[in-house]
């Protein structure tokens, strides 16, 4: 916490100052929860920092590749293809890994691109055309920054994730500030104000929800209030 030296935070979690730094520097794999509630409590950290801060403690082994082996299982593309408003699953790194016809309508359509460019903060942050539907950059920066450390803190391990990172540092401005500041944000809903090329200027609700079996997978669904103009072009979308 700023203003504070290692050996007041120690003194404030009930530890001592080289307890304390061995838990800064990862090398103490055994810390209780106990002790993780009390640095927390030290740091002032809210619930989304408290949950990451557990999760750093306790890191999972080293992943690369797609999550789920060849992709989500074939019911969960069914869903999406029941799913009449624009819809998409995406991975720990917000990989799009199967989406409907309506959200590529919405966004791009997914199948054109190569596996590699199906990256749903990378089309958003780096991509000219598609970037410039979204003219909310900062939060779609930090909003994916805030998931993308939450991913870093239970994967520390994933390269394709930190090369990731990396690429997103050097092509956006946004993402690199909030980068800097250590955001850790988890945000399940909310508005997305998209101007599309040919739709218009629409604000969206978004939701997204994990599948309980496939904790890994994330399914983000947009939707818009009965009787708008918004809900008028997502029907268009899957006319």
Request: hydrophobic letters at 40%.
């Amino acid at each position: 916490m700023p203003g504070l030296r290692r050996e007041e935070l120690a003194h404030l979690a009930g530890v001592s100052v080289d307890y304390y730094i061995r838990l800064e520097q990862g090398r103490n794999h055994s810390v209780s929860d106990a002790v993780l509630g009390a640095v927390a409590d030290a740091l002032r950290l809210d619930q989304d920092e408290r949950d990451h801060l557990f999760r750093l403690a306790r890191p999972r082994k080293a992943v690369t590749g797609t999550p789920g082996g060849d992709g989500p299982r074939p019911e969960i593309q069914r869903l999406l293809d029941w799913i009449s408003a624009p819809a998409l699953v995406m991975g720990r790194r917000m990989d799009v890994l199967a989406w409907n016809r309506p959200v590529c309508g919405l966004i791009t359509d997914f199948g054109r691109l190569p596996a590699p460019e199906r990256n749903l903060t990378r089309l958003h942050l780096l991509d000219p055309t598609i970037g410039r539907r979204y003219p909310d950059r900062d939060m779609i920066a930090r909003e994916a920054v805030g998931q993308l450390r939450i991913a870093a803190g239970v994967f520390p391990d994933d390269p394709e994730l930190w090369e990731l990172v990396d690429e997103l540092k050097a092509g956006s401005a946004e993402f690199r500030h909030h980068w800097a500041r250590h955001t850790v944000r988890t945000k399940a809903y909310g508005l997305k104000r998209i101007d599309h090329p040919e739709l218009g200027s629409l604000t969206l609700s978004y939701e997204i929800t994990r599948f309980p079996q496939d904790t890994e997978l994330s399914l983000l669904v947009y939707t818009a209030a009965p009787g708008t103009p918004e809900e008028k072009a997502l029907r268009s979308l899957a006319a």
